[in-house]
């Protein structure tokens, strides 16, 4: 379950918040952000949420299970740049190459005294890559 630590700013010049949702594509083919929620009240996510002493900021801490269909970003606005958004996580975003390759590697790590369970990854493995 991925970590993510993000601080925002709710007040004043240069404020930002979180938003839960997806991005579409319209029938120009512009990419159009859909907000679905606010991750504090949706109950898939586990949000820990802690302000500054004068409330100037909140510092968040988000986990997010591995299959979370949404796109979680931070959105910044000011006067001079209304609306920008940084996607903080995305779906599928999270399992990369070298990440697989670590955990292909634990996994014969953790089973190296069993010969049957070696054998059985090896198989899954080479079914895999040929599918």
Do not use: A
């Given at each position: 379950?991925?970590?993510?630590?993000?601080?925002?700013?709710?007040?004043?010049?240069?404020?930002?918040?979180?938003?839960?949702?997806?991005?579409?594509?319209?029938?120009?083919?512009?990419?159009?952000?859909?907000k679905?929620?606010?991750?504090?009240?949706?109950?898939?996510?586990?949000?820990d949420?802690?302000?500054?002493?004068?409330?100037?900021?909140?510092?968040?801490?988000?986990?997010?299970?591995?299959?979370?269909?949404?796109?979680?970003?931070?959105?910044?606005?000011?006067?001079?740049?209304?609306?920008?958004?940084?996607?903080?996580?995305?779906?599928?975003?999270?399992?990369?190459?070298?990440?697989?390759?670590d955990?292909?590697?634990?996994?014969?790590?953790?089973?190296?005294?069993?010969?049957?369970?070696?054998?059985?990854?090896?198989?899954?493995?080479?079914?895999?890559?040929?599918?």
């Amino acid at each position: 379950m991925p970590q993510i630590n993000v601080t925002t700013k709710p007040n004043g010049s240069g404020r930002s918040w979180l938003e839960v949702g997806r991005y579409e594509t319209d029938p120009f083919g512009r990419k159009q952000w859909i907000k679905q929620n606010v991750p504090h009240q949706d109950r898939r996510l586990t949000t820990d949420r802690q302000y500054s002493d004068r409330g100037e900021t909140v510092d968040w801490i988000i986990l997010v299970p591995d299959n979370y269909p949404f796109t979680i970003v931070k959105i910044n606005y000011d006067r001079l740049n209304p609306r920008q958004l940084e996607v903080i996580w995305e779906p599928g975003g999270g399992v990369s190459e070298t990440s697989r390759e670590d955990k292909i590697k634990r996994v014969f790590e953790l089973t190296s005294g069993n010969e049957e369970l070696t054998n059985l990854l090896k198989e899954l493995l080479v079914q895999k890559e040929n599918s």
